[in-house]
């Protein structure tokens, strides 16, 4: 066949709180993950942070001109995509981006998928517990059978964004001159220089003088004319707000046990047997490791002992944890469900109505 006659495939687009992954189906990674922002009126915002429903609109106008326009080199018009989204997605959102999609773009149809739901397509699984700790907050949601269970669901404002909070008190009591980090610079010393340490390690630090050897220490440059010292102890301690526990005693760990404690008798092993860590915040070294100790430390309390839980096993993507649910979703929109899950435009012309399911 002519090469010009060889149709793209379809988009598919994960719009995270931080990062938005683009790309194809059939593809085995995005093309590109760039920063969910939009420029408007001159200014830099970020695509979460709208104030109204026309904010919003407009917002979503030049991202997808960006998107069509920019990466796919493709005309929208009559063309299908794929959008991967939390089950926990605003409804405002959702509205509005069939509006701008299906009145300002003319695409044919939008076929929505739960990121927690689709991650698990690369593993070709259909039963597991799906923790998404992204930017803003970490979700779980347990998967039975294709189906994910909403009544069990878990969430917490505990993700990038806390970490870089506490990142930056950490670095206020070492340097003087560390106030007013930009938040990609402390999202660039948190990747470079921090790491989840060990369980026995961190109650090491929390003590006085720890009985431990440190961590050495890290020179970060700032602005190609300063310097800020990392020490080990900061490197160490950036993660631990994300297992420690708040004042309602509730943390990354607690959320996966009282996830399985929601669930049927029947599924609480097979489930905790069957975990998936997805977003970008997992993929820290020593994260999983971490988790797993802490799960194992939180099962024996009084409150998770009728779990009964000994074992608990996480699976590893074909991809990275960052992209897991796109990857997901690229696979989805490559099968039948495309045809007939997506949500037509005709349809939607024909109810004059833009409130748009989930499959």
Same mark, same amino acid.
């Not at 090469?3 to 790309?23: N, P, R």
């Not at 920019?70 to 299908?80: C, E, T, V």
């Not at 509205?95 to 593993?123: D, M, Q, R, W």
């Not at 949500?343 to 409130?355: A, D, F, H, M, S």
């Given at each position: 066949?002519?090469?010009?006659?060889?149709?793209? %495939?379809?988009?598919?687009?994960?719009?995270?709180?931080?990062?938005?992954?683009?790309?194809?189906?059939?593809?085995?990674?995005?093309?590109?993950?760039?920063?969910?922002?939009?420029?408007?009126k001159?200014?830099?915002?970020?695509?979460?942070?709208?104030?109204?429903?026309?904010?919003?609109y407009?917002?979503?106008?030049?991202?997808?001109?960006?998107?069509?326009?920019?990466?796919?080199?493709? %005309?929208?018009?009559?063309?299908?995509?794929?959008?991967?989204?939390?089950l926990?997605?605003?409804?405002?959102?959702?509205?509005?981006?069939? @509006?701008?999609?299906? @009145?300002?773009?003319?695409?044919?149809?939008?076929?929505?998928?739960?990121?927690?739901?689709?991650?698990?397509?690369?593993?070709?699984?259909?039963?597991?517990?799906?923790?998404?700790?992204?930017?803003?907050?970490?979700?779980?949601?347990?998967?039975?059978?294709?189906?994910?269970?909403?009544?069990?669901?878990?969430?917490?404002?505990?993700?990038?964004?806390?970490?870089?909070?506490?990142?930056?008190?950490l670095?206020?009591?070492?340097?003087?001159?560390a106030?007013?980090l930009?938040?990609?610079?402390?999202?660039?010393?948190?990747?470079?220089?921090?790491?989840?340490?060990?369980?026995?390690?961190?109650?090491?630090?929390?003590?006085?003088?720890?009985?431990?050897?440190?961590?050495?220490?890290?020179?970060?440059?700032?602005?190609?004319?300063?310097?800020? %010292?990392?020490?080990?102890?900061?490197?160490?301690?950036?993660?631990?707000?994300?297992?420690d526990?708040?004042?309602?005693?509730?943390?990354?760990?607690?959320?996966?046990?009282?996830?399985?404690?929601?669930?049927?008798?029947?599924?609480?092993?097979?489930?905790?047997?069957?975990?998936?860590?997805?977003?970008?915040?997992?993929?820290?070294?020593?994260?999983?490791?971490?988790?797993?100790?802490?799960?194992?430390?939180? %099962?024996?309390?009084?409150?998770?002992?009728?779990?009964?839980?000994?074992?608990?096993?996480?699976?590893?993507?074909?991809?990275?944890?960052?992209?897991?649910?796109?990857?997901?979703?690229?696979?989805?929109?490559?099968?039948?469900?495309?045809?007939? @899950?997506?949500?037509?435009?005709?349809?939607?012309?024909?109810?004059?109505?833009?409130?748009?399911?989930?499959?």
């Amino acid at each position: 066949m002519p090469l010009y006659e060889v149709e793209k %495939s379809v988009i598919v687009l994960d719009i995270g709180t931080s990062f938005t992954k683009f790309g194809f189906t059939s593809e085995p990674a995005p093309r590109s993950i760039y920063r969910t922002q939009v420029k408007s009126k001159g200014q830099i915002r970020e695509l979460w942070d709208y104030r109204d429903a026309q904010d919003l609109y407009d917002m979503l106008v030049d991202f997808f001109h960006d998107i069509y326009f920019k990466y796919a080199l493709n %005309s929208p018009k009559d063309k299908p995509i794929v959008i991967v989204e939390s089950l926990l997605c605003p409804i405002i959102f959702r509205e509005t981006l069939a @509006k701008v999609l299906y @009145k300002h773009y003319g695409v044919s149809s939008i076929l929505l998928l739960s990121s927690h739901l689709v991650s698990l397509a690369p593993l070709a699984i259909d039963t597991a517990l799906v923790l998404d700790v992204g930017y803003k907050e970490a979700v779980c949601i347990p998967v039975c059978y294709g189906m994910p269970m909403i009544h069990a669901w878990q969430a917490l404002n505990l993700g990038s964004q806390t970490i870089h909070k506490h990142l930056q008190m950490l670095l206020n009591e070492k340097n003087s001159g560390a106030q007013n980090l930009s938040e990609m610079t402390l999202e660039d010393i948190k990747v470079r220089c921090c790491f989840v340490t060990k369980k026995s390690r961190a109650q090491q630090l929390q003590t006085l003088k720890p009985q431990i050897e440190m961590c050495p220490e890290i020179k970060y440059p700032v602005k190609g004319s300063t310097t800020i %010292s990392v020490c080990g102890t900061t490197r160490e301690k950036a993660y631990e707000i994300l297992f420690d526990e708040d004042a309602d005693h509730l943390c990354l760990p607690t959320m996966i046990l009282d996830a399985l404690m929601k669930v049927n008798i029947d599924l609480k092993h097979q489930l905790a047997e069957n975990i998936v860590l997805i977003g970008g915040t997992t993929m820290a070294m020593g994260f999983k490791s971490r988790l797993k100790e802490e799960l194992l430390c939180h %099962s024996k309390e009084e409150r998770y002992k009728k779990l009964n839980i000994k074992c608990f096993k996480f699976h590893t993507s074909p991809s990275k944890e960052n992209y897991a649910a796109w990857l997901g979703g690229a696979i989805y929109g490559s099968t039948d469900c495309l045809n007939t @899950k997506a949500i037509q435009r005709r349809n939607i012309l024909k109810k004059r109505n833009y409130l748009i399911g989930r499959i």
